[in-house]
């Protein structure tokens, strides 16, 4: 005997109908007013790392020639000091020559705070006025490697291999291993007590503080296999651990997203088990596992705790020809550079901020790109 259910939608008196919509209109501008929010602090972090970094792309150069008196060559920097040196001093120039002042006198060229003397501040005035100091792009800041004497003479360059090198490691260990160990997990493997396990640690690992990697790192990598310390193959090891559970965790989720009437399409066509996940469900999702891993790169490009451990924060200024060579990264070049008591470090550490920025961004970019190239390229 088949019932006939009699529905009956339950009609709103205007009052009820009136406080509904004022309760939805109070919900969208809470939901306004947090996203202002976010974007308030966003523009103050923004402007002030600006503010502080982006005059650190300029320094300060004196022109230094043979009638070059002591109190001038006094306003060069350590580095220039020792080429007059080397060369033989100032009578030996052939003509003039433009050369970096120290931090110094840079810092005041630029009005800001400086412990020049009033006969130091007197003459870059003076040089000033006769247009023989003056501030140019700085170069260095770029094509440098870091120093811990001379912050006018500090760069980026080798610590920026540093990064690409780490990444590089870490992006051909973490992404192949994760996406295969999350296929696995999602469409091979039997649901027991032993798959539960492992996927509760994995969302476990995914949320734990990142220093205990770098303890994972020290004790894994070099204590046990005796790995060289300071090197972007460990670097980026120890970030690939790191990254290997959000990874799994994003293919995880691209892969339950695929519709499973798809599957089951595939399944009375007379494909195996292999087929259906390489030729529908792999790439179905592969945009949002290609976002996943890249944020996730993303993320680990900017670790710096994990990475202390390994020793990766030590004054290293040469630049790594390989993995095996000690390095470092660039958010461990910032932190040394914040924690410099000299005023000129603390600009070029927001200087370096925005380089970092810019990586993160070109990766973030790169995700987006990516996923719509094979959005657009997936036909049925």
């Known amino acids: ?44 972090f923004l402007g002030s790392v600006g503010y502080l970094g982006f005059p650190a792309l300029e320094q300060s150069y004196v022109l230094i020639s043979k009638d070059s008196n002591q109190s001038v060559l006094n306003l060069l920097s350590r580095t220039e000091k020792r080429t007059l040196r080397l060369e033989g001093g100032v009578e030996n120039l052939n003509e003039p020559r433009w050369m970096l002042a120290n931090a110094e006198a840079d810092q005041y060229f630029k009005s800001k705070f400086n412990k020049l003397t009033d006969s130091e501040k007197e003459l870059v005035d ?25 912050p006018e003479s500090s760069g980026v360059f080798a610590s920026v291999v540093g990064t690409v090198l780490c990444m590089l490691v870490c992006m051909g260990v973490a992404v192949p291993v994760g996406v295969a ?73 691209a892969l339950k997203s695929v519709d499973v009437n798809m599957k089951n399409a595939a399944y009375a066509l007379g494909l195996t088990k ?27 490009i900017g670790e710096t705790a994990p990475l202390m451990l390994i020793g990766m924060i030590a004054f290293i200024p040469d ?19 914040a924690s410099m008591p000299e005023r000129a470090f603390l600009e070029r550490a927001a200087a370096g901020i925005l380089v970092l920025l810019g990586l993160v ?18 036909k049925w």
């Open 126 to 150: 003076h040089l000033t006025h006769k247009g023989e100091f003056d501030a140019h792009f700085n170069v260095n800041f770029f094509l440098g490697t870091d120093s811990k004497s001379s």
């Open 361 to 378: 961004m070109v990766l973030n970019f790169t995700a987006i790109i990516l996923r719509k190239y094979f959005q657009g390229k997936t």
């Open 1 to 44: 005997m088949i019932k006939k259910l009699n529905l009956k939608a339950r009609i709103l008196n205007p009052i009820e109908l009136k406080a509904r919509r004022k309760g939805s209109k109070r919900f969208r501008q809470f939901c306004k007013a947090g996203l202002y929010i976010n974007l308030f602090f966003l523009c103050i």
């Open 181 to 253: 160990a999350a296929i696995y997990l999602e469409e091979f493997a039997k649901q027991n007590i032993i798959t539960d396990t492992i996927e509760i640690c994995i969302n476990n690992l995914a949320g734990i503080p990142s220093i205990i990697f770098g303890l994972l790192g020290l004790a894994l990598f070099i204590n046990f296999f005796g790995m060289p310390r300071s090197s972007a193959l460990v670097g980026g090891l120890t970030l690939a651990i790191m990254s290997l559970p959000i990874i799994i965790v994003a293919t995880k989720a």
């Open 319 to 337: 630049i790594a020809s390989n993995l095996a060579e000690p390095t470092t990264v660039l958010p461990a070049l910032i932190y040394n550079w």
């Open 274 to 300: 292999w087929q259906m996940v390489s030729g529908i469900v792999l790439p179905l999702a592969a945009p949002m596992i290609l976002t996943g891993s890249i944020l996730a790169l993303a993320q680990a």
